[in-house]
């Protein structure tokens, strides 16, 4: 149990260009998805926090306008990469909370590989 | 805040134990994760250990937690080459539904 999928696996995109990334949680319904960005050899660094039917919340330095996120139903959220530059090149993680254990877990996804030319 | 530290690099012999530690700076933390995240692939939860308690063990894991110390510790025994990863420890915090990461370890099994 307890699955996210994300899709496309990985993506390359001219710059200028908008790439779309889907967040799946499989087999249950998530309150929350969060969305990750990770360069190489580093931690997460959270970009946003989604609720369902709701505006996403995003991190101190992480620019709206260019990472929409949508959060659309309880097993679907996406993040959209506005007129996408090379130094938006990295790995992009989602994850979901299911909420209901209340021990504040989430499930991650298995990321999402952009490459900006 | 939330600060997690943790140690870079360990590497260790196959059928050895190795433990990785990781530091925590709140100390209203509730629970505490260990995430595992082989090459390019997503974090994948091992276990976790609330608050009020000193020790959990999960077949090969032994999750060890000192709150006067805010001192967590990651043991896995019988360590096998499908264990080379990095391995993240994360908290959260009542209240707060988001999770800080420490930035990781990474561990290297030699055959």
């Known amino acids: 149990g307890a699955v996210v999928s994300q899709h496309p696996s990985w993506v390359i995109c001219k710059s200028g260009t908008s790439v779309k990334i889907e967040c799946r949680s499989l087999d249950f319904q998530a309150t929350t998805m969060f969305w990750y960005r990770q360069f190489p050899k580093q931690s997460l660094m959270l970009m946003a926090t989604s609720n369902e039917g709701s505006k996403a919340t995003y991190e101190q330095g992480v620019e709206k306008d260019k990472f929409l996120i949508n959060h659309a139903s309880l097993t679907l959220s996406t993040l959209t990469v506005t007129s996408a530059h090379p130094e938006d090149s990295s790995f992009y993680i989602c994850s979901a909370s299911p909420g209901t254990s209340g021990r504040g877990e989430q499930f991650f996804g298995p990321g999402t590989r952009l490459t900006v030319l | 805040g939330e600060d997690v530290e943790q140690s870079l690099f360990l590497s260790v012999r196959e059928g050895d134990s190795s433990v990785i530690n990781c530091t925590y700076t709140d100390s209203s933390s509730t629970y505490l994760y260990w995430y595992k995240q082989e090459p390019g692939a997503g974090l994948q939860l091992l276990t976790y250990?609330?608050?009020?308690?000193d020790m959990k063990q999960d077949q090969r894991l032994t999750v060890l937690l000192n709150k006067k110390d805010k001192h967590l510790s990651l043991r896995i025994a019988d360590t096998q080459t499908g264990d080379s990863a990095i391995y993240f420890c994360?908290?959260?915090?009542?209240?707060?539904?988001?999770?800080?990461f420490g930035k990781g370890n990474q561990v290297v099994v030699i055959p």
């Open positions: 994360a908290e959260s915090i009542r209240g707060n539904n988001r999770l800080a």
């Open positions: 250990i609330f608050s009020n308690m």
